[in-house]
Every structure is written in C-alpha cells, then in structure tokens.
C-alpha cells in the first residue's frame, strides 16, 4: 500500500485537520481573554509554541496508535481485519464539522460585534459602497485601551490615540470631537451610541494597545454610531525600534481607510510627516504631555523635566520645544518661576520650534500665548490665525485666540471663536470655563453662573469652578461675595498664587487695606517672585499711591523683559503721577510702537488705552498735531468699531477716559456710572489715574468718589458680617 494511501487510512489526514482547526478556535478565543485580562505577550507566544508541538505530536500519535473497542493500541498490534479505522474516520468527520462551525460562527461574531479590541481581517469585510460615503463626515478618537501589563504605559495608548486624532484633524470636511471631550469616555460604560449622541459625531474609532519592551501590539476598529455597524478594523504587530514609521503606518492606513466611507473616493491620501526618528525621545515627549495635564506647578515641572531630557536625545523634535515654551509659561502663571525667567526660556523653545517646524500649530499657538501675555496683540493674532489655518481643530489655538479677540474688545467675534471650541471639544472643562468667562464679557450673567453651577455639581473639589464663580461676582461688582470663591480655590490648588492677588484686588475694592495686606502676604507666602505676587504687590502700591515703589518693581521687569508692553504703559502711569512727563510721554510711545502702531493708521482695541495716556500728556504738553491724530484714530474706533460691542465695564471705564482727555466732564460721570453699573468697583482710579486728574478739585468728581467709597463701605459691612472670622484675622489689634 502507497504512503499516501496509509495517512490516509490511518485517518493522519483527518486529524491534522481537526488539530488545526481546533487550535485555531483555541487560539483566537484565548486571544479574546487575554486581550480582556492583561496577561503578559508570552502567554500568547507560549500557547502558539504549544499548539506547534502539538499538531506533530497529534499526527505522530494519528499514524502510530488506533483507537479499538479495547482502548488505545499500538497499529502495529491491530489485526488489520478488526481494525476499525473506517468508523474512526466517520467520528473525525463529525467531529470535524462541528469544530468547523464553531470556528465559522466565531469568525462570524467577530466581524459583526466584536468589542474594542477584537479583530476582523480588512480583506473579509464587505467593500463599502458609494452609497456609505453619504455617512456624516464627523469621528471620535476614543482613549484606546492599555492592554500592557504595566499599567504605567497608559500615557502611551493615550498619546498614540492622540496622535491619531491629530493627523484626523487635519483632514478637509472631516469634523473631529477633540481630544478632551473624547477623553471623557476613558474607562466609561457609555455605549458607541450614547457617545456619538454627546459629542455629536457619526463615527467612533476605538482600539487597543498592548507594549512590551520594544513591542507593540494595537489594535483598532471604525464604527458607524447609529447602528453600531464595524466599518474597518485591523490588527498591527510591530517593533518600536522607530516610532514613527510604525505610527505613519498606522495613521495612514487607518486614515486611508475612513477616506471611503467619510470622504468619498476622490479625498487624497493623508501622510503624516514624523516629528522625531528616535523613540526615546518621542517616549520621553509623551510622558511630558501627560504630566503638563495635570495643570499644577509639580505637573507643569515634571513636563519640564521630561521635555529637557527629550531634546538631549533629539535637538531637532519641534513638538517638545513647544511644549517646553508652554510649561515655562504656564510655571509663571501656576508656580514662583519668575516672570521675565520663564518668558525669556519659553521664547527661545518657542522660536527654535518654528525655525524646525514653521507649520507647527503647536508652535505658533504657543508663540501666540507668549506674545498675548507680553501684550503684542498683533503678533498673537496672526499666530493663532495661522495655527488654526493649518489645525481648524485646534482648540487650545481656539480659547487662547479668544483672549486676544476680548482684549481687544471684539466680544463678539470671541464669542463666536468659544462657540466654535465649545462645538469640536462640548465636554472640556477648559472650553466650559471660557464659556463661563465669555458670558461674563457680554454681561450675561445668568448664563455665566448656570455653566458654573453645572461644572461645581460635577466637581466640587476642582478649583476651576470656585474660580469662576469669583470672577463673575467681582466682575459684576460684588467683590465682598467673590472673595469666599476665590478662598475656596486657593486652598484646593496648592501652590498657585492667582487667588490670593484676585482677593488682594478684591479686599482693595472694598477699601480693606488690612484685607488687602493679609491676602498678599498669603501670596507671598506661595512665592515672592510670582508674577500674581508681583501684581497684588503693584496693586496695593497703585492704592495707596506708593509711586516710587511702583516705579522700581516696573523698572525691574522691563529689565528682564523690555518687550512686555502693558509694563511700559504702567511705567508711564508711575511716571506721570510722579510729574515725569517726558519720560511717561516716551514710555507710551514705545508701548505703542512694540505693538507695531503707526501713526495715523487705526488703533485696535488693546492700544486704546494708551493711546489715551499719550493724548493726555501731549494735550499738557502742547504738540496738538500728535494729539489730534491720537484723538481722531480713538474716536474712530469708539464711534465706528465698538458701538456693536457689549458696554462692559473695561470697555465703559475707557470711553470715560476718552471724555476725559476730551475735556468733557458731563461725559466721564455719565460713562463712568454706566461703568458702576456694570460692574467697575476700582474706586481708586479716580485719584490715580493721570487722564482724571484734571476733575479731582470739581465738586461733582468729588462726590462721585466719595458715592464709590461710600459703596465700597456698605460692601465691607456685608463682607464682615457674613465672614466674622476674617475680621479677626486680619484687623491689627487696637484698630477699628
């Protein structure tokens, strides 16, 4: 008998069959489980090293043992004529068809339901039809899942994830749920349908991630939210020996893949251009990110650290320079790194960022935050303007111009910039804040606290709300009532020094010197080089008309920083109220040219200001020609460009001055008390503010002055009363 014919009589055939299908069925299921437990990749490597040793030992067995009526024998012991290998055979049969549909239903379960994680071959789905592509053009990246066995490789599924969702973004027509929102659903029950429905989108993409050492293994699936349909899914098994090739892999095919049944079949391939070729470095970036989320000075200090080492190993990774240049920012903003410190270092990784990457979004909303914070509107605005050109996803570009668009009183058009953050990121807690804060700028209050109220119930032990809540009841003038908010916030964010100098400012509105002088020592307390402790300490001395010493601490920032405008027109403020014309009149001029004003062309928002101060000084100086062309350009803007704008109270208090430089005292009372009106408690302007030191020796100023102190004294009443303790606290003994 031929060779072939004893396999096949020997039923070896029909064995190896039934172990290769069957170890199929066993591998894919203990695929599943390990997938859901976090077990280690050996146990997988394992099993397939078992199942391969096995299937020649089954063949071996197959042709050297026969199953008969008295067990297991030797074939050799088997008299052919008793041999029951044909009914053997029959048994393998069914046994065969059995183990073969259970194999063809799991297939089956895994193409039409799996979970996050499972698998289905690209080849095997059905093709999508032109038809499909009618399916809204709008994605959710959700968090994929770690899957490692160290849990402490979560930052690095998040960052992948995020990636992802970045290279989306930048897809023409494609509308993606940004990243804070989408990172709401991490670890969330929430099913596909309930998450579409929240954020607004029609497709999910999901997935996995599981990294040992130097690999990876990541898994993701696309799917339609109304009917839970899997669009395309895939598995990747990859080296990390460079990141980034693995990830362009990755993005492009997912990509490629959501071109045909988001975008149609006429969308152009997407590639992604790597930002680093070292994974070291990239790792280091990503660990960066993750701590800088935090938003405190440790997280922002961690990042720092991580950012460094990052760029020892890749002087050229654009991205870590910009997160470098946020982290210094954000350290004089959260922590006691010195101002003219962190603005210095943050401008150098931010300019290094763009010499790499002159396209970065990244880099030129974190050039844009600088240039915003040392008051260069003009440049800010076209950075952030050119982030969003490249990223109209962006939405730290989004609520970061919005700041610029209030500063310069377009209230509107921030307005409508928050709507648009609010529409791609509805779940931040950032985009909820500027929400709360761009009702606040159109005096819509009621709004403004029901946002607020929404984001305390959620989290009543985040600052972020209590913050909020403070600045709207200061902002619409009731600073007796701010001040508990703010006390709140201080004592949940540890380190950060922003409460103390708004309840300095707070305590000052209510004519509280004492009050005052206990909330800076608090900052002090925090740090003395803070920005916000160099601010209260400013504030107090503007008070109290400590003009030297005002003069000295300006004197000492412009030294570190002599770019940062609004300190040159501080700078003038001290000068004039010191009777230093001359050297105020240069101050403001200079503040003016920083901000790239020439003569003669339109102010915006911003420089009004100071394009008043130097009215004001040249109107006492006499060169009327510089003067009326100041003159023409801010009645332009007030009469031509912000009539449409909500009269807010900053907005109010500079068209008094206006009137003021203007000689028109009936118009600085009437705009100064729609200024009260909307919320203006800065009593103290009135006597240290050059542009009305024309009217303190008229009787109506004066009793207008004495109406906001007299104010200010019923506000104090009710603080006291209210918060007994404080008084105690704060009151030196043998005072009133």
Known sequence: MSLFNELKRRNVFRVGVAYLIGAWLLAQITDLLIDNIGAPDWVMKTLFVVLALGFFLALFFAWAFEMTPDGVKRESEVDRSQSITNVTGRKLDRSIIVILLLALGYFAWDKFSAQPGAVAPAAQLAPTTVEEAAIDKSIAVLPFVNMSADADNEYFSDGLSEELLNLLAKVDGLKVAARTSSFKFKNSEADIAEIGSKLNVATVLEGSVRKSGNHARITAQL????????????????????????QDEIARAIVDALKLPLLGHDAKPLTSTAATGNFAAY????????????????????????????????????????????????????????????????????????????????????MGLLLNNLSHQREAEAHFLKALEVNPNYVDAMLFYHNVLNSQFRITEAMRMTERAVNADPLSYSVRRALADQFIWTRQYDDSLKVTQEFLAANPEDPTPYENWGDLLQ??????????MYRNAHRLRPGDIYMAWRNTLSALQLDDENLATYWLKEAQKRGTDAQWTRRAERDLMYAKGDFAGMLEQIDQTLEALPGHIIFHYLRAIALMNLGKADAARDALRQALELDGYVSGQPLIGSELLIAIQLANVLDQDGDADERDTLLAAITELQEQRLPSEPANADLLYISASAASVMNDLPGVLRELGAAIDAGFRNHWYLLRDPVFKRWQDKPDFIAFHQGMLDAAARMRAEYYVNNPADKAAVVPEGTN
């Open 223 to 246: 799917i339609k939210v109304d009917d839970g349909f899997h669009l395309w899914s895939e598995t990747y098994d990859r080296d990390l020996d460079n990141i980034f090739e693995v």
């Open 283 to 366: 790792d280091l970036y990503l660990l960066g990110r993750h701590h800088a989320r935090a938003f405190t000075e440790e997280g922002y200090k961690r990042a720092n650290e991580y950012f460094l080492k990052a760029l020892e190993i890749d002087p050229s990774f654009a991205a870590a320079y910009s997160g470098l240049a946020d982290a210094y920012i954000f350290l004089a903003d959260f922590g006691n790194m010195p101002t003219g410190e962190a603005y210095q270092l943050a401008q150098t990784a931010a300019e290094k960022a763009l010499a790499i990457d002159p396209d970065s979004p990244e880099a030129h909303t974190s």
């Open 475 to 484: 902002r619409k003038g009731s600073p007796q009532s701010a001040i508990p």
